[in-house]
């Protein structure tokens, strides 16, 4: 089993809707969780990090659920600039590896 | 503050040939990573140096892929011979080295074997 798993999508959705991605893990002693973004034939930048009791950034909020092993991000009122691919990424107990799921891509459109 | 740095952006080899990858991390970070990003899926661990040494190498396929980062700073990774699934994007990522720092990544290196 993979150490992250994520819906690749594609996730189709007009501007100002609200979309939600999930990721699940398999290790429970994972340490801490991200996400990123990853633009098209670009390097994956850091979106926020996640905390356990949950964190907002602006239009983005990220959960962390310990006990069923997945965290999520939402976003609220899509922009034509979300459109990208969301990256869940933890980091694991051994040797602080990090784990990168395969991605969850996005398309906002006008 | 000055990004990673990696060179060169693209590279075409034929298979059985070697290649090299230069990276140089954002000043003051311990750690450096290569990772491998094939299309259509998440970037593959291959190496983790924490300054000069060695901490995580055990996905490097270490009978053509190799890496050093000789003075602690910058790194090269070279593959030899190359194969044709070699084909993806080599990423370089630095980190100050603490447990829940972020990665920055360095814009990578497109690789196409043919």
């Known amino acids: 089993r993979k150490e992250v798993e994520q819906d690749p999508g594609p996730f189709n959705v007009p501007e100002g809707a609200t979309v939600a991605f999930n990721c699940t893990y398999s290790n429970s002693a994972s340490q801490s969780f991200f996400w990123y973004r990853q633009d098209c034939r670009k390097e994956p930048k850091l979106l926020m990090s996640?905390?356990?009791s949950g964190n907002e950034d602006g239009r983005f909020t990220a959960q962390l659920n310990r006990a069923s092993q997945y965290i999520s991000l939402l976003i609220r009122d899509s922009k034509l600039s979300d459109s990208a691919t969301y990256l869940c990424v933890l980091r694991g107990s051994t040797l602080g590896r990090l784990y990168f799921g395969r991605g969850t891509q996005l398309t906002v459109w006008p | 503050e000055a990004g990673v740095a990696q060179s060169p952006r693209y590279k075409i080899i034929e298979k059985r040939q070697s290649v090299a990858f230069w990276c140089n991390p954002i000043?003051?970070?311990?750690?450096l990573y290569w990772y491998q990003q094939i299309l259509g899926q998440g970037p593959k661990l291959l190496i983790q140096?924490?300054?000069?040494?060695?901490?995580?190498d055990s996905q490097l396929p270490k009978d053509r892929f190799s890496a050093e980062r000789l003075k602690g700073v910058d790194s090269t990774l070279k593959i030899q011979p190359a194969k044709l699934e070699d084909s993806a994007v080599y990423l370089c990522a630095s980190s100050p080295g603490l447990l829940n720092s972020p990665l920055h990544f360095g814009n990578g290196t497109r690789l196409t074997v043919t």
């Open positions: 140096f924490q300054n000069n040494g060695v901490v995580d």
């Open positions: 000043s003051g970070h311990a750690t």
């Open positions: 996640v905390y356990s």
